[in-house]
């Protein structure tokens, strides 16, 4: 098992990430759906146990093609399904993602803790034990100036180049913008990735934890560059949204390719 905690400094308050949070998560969805892959939302309810109330969110993941050829090359097509489930008490949200093939040999656990006007500096922000501090490796993110893939660069989905006009916010080009920003948060994400199958664990796992960075770096370069495509929505707003979006999903994720002839490609 892998432990690492990414940590990634935000140009906006703890209440509005929170409605950019939404808004983004929703329109990546929308992008990572298509062609009979993506994601389905399953549910998406209220949910209230002691001591926490939250929004529950359970998704499957259909990304077949996304999947690493050395999974693949072991797992039946038909079991290369994501479950996803979430319990979004914000601040605090933690996320588990399993596999139904690979059943307790694959998890995925996110706990995150979002902290108004924190700069990344909070040593054990999520109060893990001291055995898993000792496993957990720490792992900043600047939105502005990490690196992400190539194919996934765009120039207006770069904090370098957004300005948003309703926030009066960047483009982050100070590159001690994480030092300056007013108002500013942190994300804390404490991510525990295991994958038990003999021979493939450990490559398994360090993909898994450099996909997760590099998900995380673009998720939320966009969720800047989106600002004022959120900024100034209600709550209300988000839910509204988000209905509409997994009606949105259900048609994108059964529709078919077309070849550029127009007929359906196989």
Not at 152 to 179: H, T
Not at 223 to 245: S, V
Request: charged letters at 30%; proline letters at 5%; hydrophobic letters at 35%.
């Amino acid at each position: 098992m892998l432990i690492k905690e990414y940590r990634i400094v935000n140009p906006c308050s703890e209440k509005e990430y929170q409605i950019g949070q939404l808004y983004a998560t929703a329109m990546a969805s929308k992008e990572q759906t298509g062609g009979g892959e993506g994601v389905e939302v399953v549910k998406n309810e209220p949910y209230e146990k002691p001591n926490e109330k939250g929004q529950y969110t359970y998704k499957i993941f259909h990304l077949a093609s996304r999947v690493p050829f050395f999974v693949r090359a072991v797992i039946p097509e038909s079991a290369l399904e994501i479950y996803e489930e979430a319990w979004n008490a914000y601040p605090y949200c933690k996320t588990v993602l399993t596999n139904g093939y690979m059943k307790d040999a694959f998890s995925i656990t996110y706990e995150t803790l979002h902290v108004d006007g924190s700069r990344g500096e909070l040593d054990n922000a999520l109060n893990i034990s001291k055995e898993d501090l000792a496993k957990r490796e720490v792992i900043p993110i600047d939105i502005a100036n990490d690196p992400i893939d190539a194919s996934e660069y765009k120039p207006d989905e770069d904090p370098k180049f957004c300005f948003s006009l309703k926030a009066n916010r960047g483009p982050l080009v100070d590159p001690q913008w994480q030092a300056k920003a007013d108002p500013v948060m942190t994300c804390y994400k404490l991510v525990y990735i295991e994958f038990k199958w003999f021979g493939l664990q450990s490559r398994v796992e360090s993909y898994l934890a450099n996909a997760i960075r590099g998900m995380f770096t673009k998720f939320h370069r966009q969720l800047f560059c989106w600002t004022d495509k959120w900024f100034g929505m209600t709550m209300d707003d988000i839910r509204d949204m988000e209905k509409k979006t997994k009606e949105e999903l259900d048609v994108r994720r059964h529709e078919v390719d077309k070849d550029t002839n127009g007929t359906v490609s196989s």
